[in-house]
Antibody, heavy 122, light 108 residues
Framework: QVQLQESGPGLVKPSETLSLSCAVS??????????WGWIRQPPGKGLEWIGS???????YYNPSVKSRVTISLATSNNQFSLKLSSVTAADTAVYYC??????????????WGQGSMVTVSS | EIVLTQSPGTLWLSPGERATLSCRAS???????LAWYQQKPGQAPRLLIY???TRATGIPDRFSGSGFGTDFTLTVSRLEPEDFAVYYC?????????FGQGTKLEIK
């Protein structure tokens, strides 16, 4: 059973860069043919897909954040990470990492981390 | 991008009753790539249905999905107390994949 766990600062200042990591167990981010993604949920609101990365390192991003986001693999410790630059209060959300059900970039998300709350405030 | 509109916003029902949740897409969802998730307070979403009608592993058969094109439905045949939660639909047929705003299922 695949398990994911987010980690990172809970508070980020406006205009700075949000950085989160996702530790994966029960599967390999670099050898299993799946996409690994980030999804966020502002307080009391719905879900927004941020982007996904393939085991090969190929990335796909939501146009809404594409100019500010970078997702990368950290294969040595079986993790993948999210960086979101120039954050504003609108980026305050619970950030989830997840793995798709099958091997497609556009796919349902079958496995989710517990979520990491990030607040953007000075 | 495809906009998903879920209705109703809140559904008030009692345990044992049948729940019918709707998800309407602004354009046709390719290959019926439509998923449903359940989310309880403080928890991550849980995948219930994918491909519009296929139950995910471990999901009770009281949950069923149907629909095609732009109109999709999640049905819970007999509500159990643990089913009261927020439900989201997601289309993954077109990029970017998008989610609906959610339907909250409340105990009457």
């Amino acid at each position: 059973q695949v398990q994911l766990q987010e980690s990172g600062p809970g508070l980020v200042k406006p205009s700075e860069t949000l950085s989160l990591s996702c530790a994966v167990s029960g599967g390999s981010v670099s050898s299993s043919e799946y996409y690994w993604g980030w999804i966020r949920q502002p307080p009391g609101k719905g879900l927004e897909w941020i982007g996904s990365i393939y085991f090969s390192g190929t990335t796909y991003y939501n146009p809404s954040v594409k100019s500010r986001v970078t997702i990368s693999l950290a294969t040595s410790n079986n993790q993948f990470s999210l960086k979101l630059s120039s954050v504003t209060a609108a980026d305050t959300a619970v950030y989830y990492c997840a793995r798709v059900l099958n091997g497609y970039v556009n796919d349902a998300f079958a496995f989710w981390g517990q979520g990491s709350m990030v607040t953007v405030s000075s | 991008e495809i906009v998903l509109t879920q209705s109703p916003g809140t559904l008030w029902l009692s345990p044992g009753e049948r729940a019918t949740l709707s998800c309407r897409a602004s354009q046709s969802v390719s290959s019926n790539y439509l998923a449903w998730y359940q989310q309880k307070p403080g928890q991550a979403p849980r995948l219930l249905i994918y491909g519009a009608s296929t139950r995910a592993t471990g999901i009770p058969d009281r949950f069923s999905g149907s629909g095609f094109g732009t109109d999709f439905t999640l049905t819970v045949s007999r509500l159990e107390p643990e089913d009261f939660a927020v439900y989201y639909c997601q289309q993954y047929g077109s990029s970017p994949n998008t989610f609906g705003q959610g339907t909250k299922l409340e105990i009457k």
